[in-house]
């Protein structure tokens, strides 16, 4: 069966562990999952993830990190889609609850957060919200 949106069912993957309190959540990997999930383990979002590597499609292992008995990520938004692209130019970069939240932006120096492509200067296809 073929997947029309990979990174639409990560999030999902990750907002259903979430909400079901989940300790852990196994997801297919591909290079722009890896790079959103080491984004999320950078800013604290998640504890830590490890790659199982296997011969067909290496599995991405994420151990989601709670506080006081509530999951640290609140909310997953997908912004960009297969149907509808969105991008943004350095100059107005999407912010987040008022720089609470991270939106993760696909730019040509690589995938990162909004705060990293404002430094850097560049801008990209905003991917997904995450607060």
């Known amino acids: 069966m073929s997947m029309t949106d990979p990174i639409a069912d ?9 909400d079901a309190k989940h300790k852990r959540v196994d997801i ?3 290079r722009l999952k890896r790079d959103i999930t080491k ?16 011969n067909k499609q290496d599995i ?3 151990a989601l990190k709670y506080h006081n008995g509530q999951c640290v990520i609140k909310g997953l938004e997908r ?11 350095n100059d107005s970069l999407p912010r ?5 939240g ?5 730019t040509s120096k690589g995938v990162m957060t909004d705060k990293q492509a404002r430094q850097a200067g560049v801008g990209g296809e ?3 919200y995450i607060w």
Do not use: H, M
């Open 10 to 18: 990560y999030l999902t993957r990750l907002r259903n562990a979430a």
């Open 28 to 30: 297919p990997a591909s």
């Open 39 to 54: 984004i999320l383990k950078d800013e604290n979002y998640i504890q830590d993830y490890t790659i199982i590597e296997d």
């Open 60 to 62: 991405i292992r994420i």
């Open 79 to 89: 912004i960009s889609r297969p149907g509808l692209r969105k991008y943004s130019g």
């Open 96 to 100: 987040v609850i008022n720089g609470l």
């Open 102 to 106: 991270i939106a993760v932006i696909s």
């Open 126 to 128: 905003v991917i997904c």
